[in-house]
């Protein structure tokens, strides 16, 4: 990815129980590849999740932060979703990569 | 944890079969978590996995990097365990945490 770009760290452990969390994960990924200034997103869950997206630029983060379906479904992340998160703003300094 | 401080993300996907795999990451973070400027770590595998661990400074993370059995470890990484990774090397700019 060309740099300068960012990457937000979002840490979680959900709580008990789906509560419609799965499909509305699925509809936040659609939503935020829509998003100008979009560049990647990776994610998996054990007994911790981690999803990394990728921005252009903080503007670009802190658009999809307010986007109105986002801003709904953060609401039901503190209500429903989630016993604890942590989210982190990272500027990408250094990157490499391998492949077979 | 005290700013400023730095977060690698480190996401990879496996060759098929264990060869040694979860017995060497086990003992990877044990010595991570030795460090001078070690701050945390958190990982999951699903389809991708995705390590984040948290250092005090980029001297710290070169420190990790070329400890000798970590060097070893990331040989092994590429001969065997690994069919892609990246690694991204990043200034933690802001953060917040929500916990209920």
Redesign the interface.
Known sequence: MEKPY??V?F?STR?SGDHGYGEMAEEMERLAKNQSGFLGI?????????T?SYWTS?AAIADWKTNADHLFAQRK??TDW???????????????????
Chains 1, 2 share one sequence.
Not at 42 to 50: D, F, T, W
Request: glycine share 6%.
């Open positions: 960012y990457a760290i840490t709580t990776e994610s998996a869950r054990e007994s911790v999740g981690i990394v903080l992340g503190v989630y016993k604890w998160y942590k989210v982190r703003i990272c500027l990408v300094e250094r990157e490499y990569e391998f492949e077979k």
